[in-house]
């Protein structure tokens, strides 16, 4: 390459406007973008681009730019590109790449596919699962199904529902707890506190899927079988004030008290005390055992985060004092949203009110904070899909909504909206499907967003789908 | 095909272009039914080069790789084709995932003094078969195409060809950091024929 050369061929295009580039440069080695390796295309460009600056000035700023997106280009993932960056990218580099070659396409592309495609597509997801990825499962924005819960007392301390093993809700509205089986949708009435001792502060399903422990606004705790519909046990003098929250770990249920305190009670013996945990100042509102039954998580309402250990717990000869594992202090509001990682042992995700509006991930084996995103909005509960690494979390105002994160990447996957005040419980049904929410606005949604569980599952297959895939119809 | 000549060793400008241009037919034939560009039903068998190969019964896929193939043994008759690309794209974003490379080099002599060149069509046809076996036995590195996708073709010319009425000029639709993986070749004698396949970095395993 040299001026002249470069200088006659621009004459001539000058002269022959018609015909583009009538002048064949240099040897016959045609120029072959795809074939080189990018940094040898770039060189080629950067000497073509010296060349033209006397005799285009225009152009300079559009090769100087070129180049730098180019190369950095060439750093970055290219998949981040955006697509009309690509487009001028590559305009670009047909009007900056004075190569020998012209570039042809046939105008009328064939019509049909684009309908033949499409049809080829559905059939082949569904006939061959393993030559296309993993579409992504269509998320229902709205509820599966609405039920009317009146009476709910609106307090953001209390625990109000419960999906039990043998597939039933229990639900406290005022003095009553309710029943609603999900196998055949019908309703019953397990009992009703007397107004003195009542409202109902928190149910929790015993792991038998049979009984129900029940704490009340008087301090007692109640255990009720729920086949029968009889009061077991009553247990009394647990606590000074209102129980808020409810934990079981096999046949101890933890209880924790507006006093601060949270009591193991051994529900089988007479003595049912069996530890007491301190270290909250005030309400206990979130109250979570591990998956394996280690550690018990707390939250309370001076914002603070404990984790316990159950065998440190018990290594300790005196049953009255026990000291937490970890204090965690990094909420800057009320602690009540909790949830232990079903995939990833020693992971706890905690959510903070509406002074904090944050969801923090845990290492709950080192105390060490792996992640904290601010949702800008009260975090009233938190559940972990149990086929997807995927978390769930409810809010209040402004949106009242549920959102669904990636994990570990925290991106939103979906918003559901519906409810019209702060969603203050959520559960999950025993196969994982589907999530009950109970908002204050008295109802009582179902919702199926955490998709049917799929037994044979490759690798995580999702990132590669393209922007479409999100309004996916395949199942 | 009816031009080519009768003695079976001499081959001629005029068979050669015929037999890449019909090569490059049946290639891309091959390509959307092995990538699952096209449904599989709508596919035929028919027997070529000693193996069984798929033709598109789709009217508009059939006239398009029709024309397409007239128009390429023109400018190879005329040494002007450079190489053919059948390019593989995401029809939601227009991402180009694959890019087919039909690198053709063309004996300058041929075309100038107009000699014949001998090679038998067995040869040929031998090497053409080596080439659509390995495409067919793509799809066992090629990463899934798991979208709608749609396919063009370009054609590298040199730049003093008249564009036919038909075409129009278009950007190289490259690919960012390509894995390429090449195919064998074939030659006529005339025309030598390079296939090489590039396509998307699957960076599944890096994450």
Request: glycine letters at 6%.
């Given at each position: 390459?040299?001026?002249?050369?470069?200088?006659s061929?621009?004459?001539?295009?000058?002269?022959r406007?018609?015909?583009?580039?009538?002048?064949?440069?240099g040897g016959?080695?045609?120029?072959?973008?795809?074939?080189?390796?990018?940094?040898?295309?770039?060189?080629?460009?950067?000497?073509g681009?010296?060349?033209?600056?006397?005799?285009?000035?225009?152009?300079?700023?559009?090769?100087?730019?070129?180049?730098?997106?180019?190369?950095?280009?060439?750093?970055?993932?290219?998949a981040?590109?955006?697509?009309?960056k690509?487009?001028?990218?590559?305009?670009?580099a047909?009007?900056?790449?004075?190569?020998?070659?012209r570039?042809?396409?046939?105008?009328?592309k064939?019509?049909?596919?684009?309908e033949?495609?499409?049809?080829?597509?559905?059939?082949?997801?569904?006939?061959?699962?393993?030559k296309?990825?993993k579409?992504?499962?269509?998320?229902?924005?709205?509820?599966?199904?609405?039920?009317?819960?009146?009476?709910?007392?609106?307090?953001?301390y209390?625990?109000?529902?419960?999906?039990?093993?043998?597939?039933?809700?229990?639900?406290?509205?005022?003095?009553?707890?309710?029943?609603?089986?999900?196998?055949?949708?019908?309703?019953?009435?397990?009992?009703?506190?007397?107004?003195?001792?009542?409202?109902?502060t928190?149910?929790?399903?015993?792991?038998?899927?049979?009984?129900?422990?029940?704490?009340?606004?008087?301090?007692?705790?109640?255990?009720?079988?729920?086949?029968?519909?009889?009061l077991?046990?009553?247990?009394?003098?647990v606590?000074?004030?209102?129980?808020?929250?409810?934990?079981?770990n096999?046949?101890?249920?933890?209880?924790?008290?507006?006093d601060g305190?949270?009591?193991n009670?051994?529900?089988?013996?007479?003595?049912?005390?069996?530890?007491?945990?301190r270290?909250?100042?005030?309400?206990v509102?979130?109250?979570?055992?591990?998956?394996?039954?280690?550690?018990?998580?707390?939250?309370?309402?001076?914002?603070?985060?404990?984790?316990?250990?159950?065998?440190?717990?018990?290594?300790?000869?005196?049953?009255g004092?026990?000291?937490?594992?970890?204090?965690l202090?990094d909420?800057?509001?009320?602690?009540?949203?909790?949830?232990?990682?079903?995939?990833q042992?020693n992971?706890?995700?905690?959510?903070?009110?509406?002074?904090d509006?944050?969801?923090?991930f845990w290492?709950?084996?080192?105390?060490?904070?792996?992640?904290?995103?601010?949702?800008?909005?009260?975090?009233?509960?938190?559940?972990w899909?149990?086929?997807?690494?995927?978390?769930?979390?409810?809010?209040?105002?402004?949106?009242?909504?549920l959102?669904?994160?990636?994990?570990?990447?925290?991106?939103k996957?979906?918003?559901?909206?519906?409810?019209?005040s702060?969603?203050?419980?959520?559960?999950q049904?025993?196969?994982?499907?589907?999530?009950?929410?109970?908002?204050g606005?008295?109802?009582?949604?179902?919702?199926?967003?955490?998709?049917?569980?799929?037994?044979?599952k490759?690798?995580?297959?999702?990132a590669?789908?393209?922007?479409?895939?999100?309004?996916?119809?395949?199942? | 095909?009816a031009?080519?000549?009768?003695?079976?060793?001499i081959?001629?400008l005029?068979?050669?272009?015929?037999?890449?241009?019909?090569?490059?037919?049946y290639?891309?034939n091959?390509?959307?039914?092995?990538?699952?560009?096209?449904?599989?039903?709508?596919?035929?068998?028919?027997?070529?080069?000693?193996?069984?190969?798929?033709?598109?019964?789709?009217?508009?896929?059939?006239?398009?790789?029709?024309?397409?193939?007239?128009?390429?043994?023109?400018?190879?008759?005329?040494g002007?084709?450079q190489?053919?690309?059948?390019?593989?794209?995401s029809?939601?974003?227009s991402?180009?995932?694959?890019?087919?490379?039909?690198?053709?080099?063309?004996?300058?002599?041929v075309?100038?003094?107009?000699?014949s060149?001998e090679?038998?069509?067995?040869e040929?046809?031998?090497?053409?078969?080596?080439?659509?076996?390995?495409?067919?036995?793509?799809?066992?590195?090629?990463?899934?195409l798991?979208e709608?996708?749609?396919?063009?073709?370009?054609?590298?010319?040199?730049?003093?060809?008249?564009?036919?009425?038909?075409?129009?000029?278009s950007?190289?639709?490259?690919?960012?950091?390509?894995q390429m993986?090449?195919l064998?070749?074939?030659?006529?004698?005339?025309?030598?024929?390079?296939?090489?396949?590039?396509?998307?970095n699957?960076?599944?395993?890096?994450?």
């Amino acid at each position: 390459m040299d001026a002249g050369s470069f200088s006659s061929c621009i004459s001539s295009e000058k002269a022959r406007p018609a015909s583009r580039h009538p002048l064949r440069e240099g040897g016959s080695r045609p120029y072959m973008p795809s074939l080189l390796s990018s940094s040898k295309d770039f060189s080629s460009r950067q000497s073509g681009g010296d060349r033209f600056i006397p005799d285009r000035s225009a152009m300079d700023f559009d090769m100087a730019y070129y180049l730098l997106t180019e190369r950095r280009k060439e750093k970055e993932n290219a998949a981040a590109a955006s697509p009309s960056k690509g487009t001028y990218r590559r305009l670009l580099a047909k009007n900056l790449l004075n190569n020998r070659t012209r570039i042809l396409a046939f105008k009328s592309k064939p019509q049909a596919p684009a309908e033949g495609i499409l049809q080829e597509t559905h059939s082949n997801a569904a006939s061959h699962p393993s030559k296309s990825a993993k579409p992504q499962r269509h998320i229902p924005q709205s509820a599966e199904r609405i039920l009317d819960a009146p009476d709910l007392v609106d307090d953001y301390y209390l625990n109000l529902l419960d999906w039990g093993s043998s597939n039933v809700l229990s639900i406290a509205l005022g003095n009553t707890v309710h029943l609603w089986d999900a196998s055949d949708g019908s309703t019953s009435e397990l009992f009703t506190v007397d107004e003195d001792v009542g409202p109902v502060t928190s149910v929790s399903w015993a792991p038998d899927g049979r009984h129900i422990a029940a704490g009340l606004n008087s301090s007692d705790i109640q255990l009720w079988d729920s086949s029968s519909g009889n009061l077991l046990r009553t247990l009394r003098g647990v606590h000074g004030s209102r129980v808020g929250s409810l934990a079981w770990n096999n046949n101890i249920l933890t209880t924790g008290g507006m006093d601060g305190k949270i009591v193991n009670n051994d529900v089988r013996v007479r003595s049912h005390i069996v530890q007491t945990y301190r270290g909250h100042q005030r309400e206990v509102c979130g109250l979570k055992w591990s998956g394996s039954g280690q550690q018990l998580a707390s939250g309370g309402n001076d914002n603070l985060l404990h984790i316990w250990d159950l065998s440190m717990a018990s290594s300790n000869s005196s049953p009255g004092q026990n000291q937490w594992l970890y204090k965690l202090e990094d909420h800057m509001a009320t602690v009540k949203a909790l949830a232990w990682c079903p995939f990833q042992s020693n992971l706890l995700a905690s959510g903070g009110g509406s002074g904090d509006r944050c969801i923090k991930f845990w290492n709950t084996r080192t105390g060490v904070r792996l992640n904290s995103v601010d949702t800008g909005s009260q975090v009233c509960s938190l559940l972990w899909n149990k086929n997807e690494r995927e978390l769930l979390s409810s809010h209040g105002s402004t949106q009242n909504q549920l959102t669904l994160w990636k994990y570990p990447s925290m991106v939103k996957i979906a918003e559901l909206t519906g409810h019209t005040s702060r969603v203050l419980f959520m559960v999950q049904s025993p196969n994982g499907r589907t999530v009950a929410s109970l908002a204050g606005d008295e109802t009582l949604r179902f919702w199926n967003v955490f998709g049917t569980p799929e037994a044979p599952k490759p690798a995580a297959k999702t990132a590669s789908t393209g922007p479409f895939s999100s309004f996916s119809h395949i199942r | 095909m009816a031009s080519r000549t009768a003695s079976k060793d001499i081959i001629t400008l005029r068979g050669s272009a015929a037999i890449v241009s019909e090569f490059f037919g049946y290639a891309a034939n091959s390509i959307l039914y092995n990538r699952g560009v096209y449904p599989e039903e709508s596919f035929t068998k028919v027997k070529k080069y000693g193996l069984s190969m798929l033709l598109t019964q789709d009217e508009s896929v059939k006239s398009f790789i029709g024309s397409l193939t007239s128009q390429l043994s023109e400018w190879l008759e005329a040494g002007k084709l450079q190489r053919i690309v059948l390019v593989i794209m995401s029809m939601a974003t227009s991402e180009v995932l694959e890019r087919w490379n039909f690198n053709i080099e063309t004996d300058a002599e041929v075309v100038e003094k107009g000699v014949s060149r001998e090679k038998s069509d067995k040869e040929i046809m031998r090497e053409i078969q080596a080439i659509m076996r390995q495409i067919a036995s793509c799809i066992t590195y090629l990463p899934c195409l798991d979208e709608p996708c749609v396919f063009d073709v370009l054609a590298y010319t040199d730049k003093d060809v008249a564009i036919p009425f038909a075409w129009i000029e278009s950007d190289a639709k490259l690919i960012q950091n390509p894995q390429m993986v090449k195919l064998h070749s074939f030659d006529t004698k005339i025309h030598k024929v390079d296939t090489l396949v590039s396509y998307k970095n699957d960076d599944w395993d890096e994450k």
